[in-house]
């Protein structure tokens, strides 16, 4: 093997390598973007989580006075 055919193979790895850096640089921002998205999504969940929580809450507290309110006429004395 002579000087050219060793720097044409160290061209081309060369070369790979850029390729491959690139890729990989495109990779990383794509998780990035993913993260962020999950983030986003994460904290909607939390949010749509606490209201319904809220919502659960108010509605089962009328329920009861309701209840209430309907035994208290029946059975009153």
Known sequence: ?????RDEILWRLDERTERMD???ERIDGRVESQDE???DLDQRVTRNTTVLAGITFG???FI???LGK???IFHFK
């Open 59 to 61: 509605f089962s507290s």
């Open 22 to 24: 690139a890729r990989v």
């Open 37 to 39: 998205v999950i983030d």
């Open 1 to 5: 093997m002579d000087d050219r055919e």
């Open 70 to 72: 309907i035994h208290a």
């Open 64 to 66: 009861v006075a309701v």
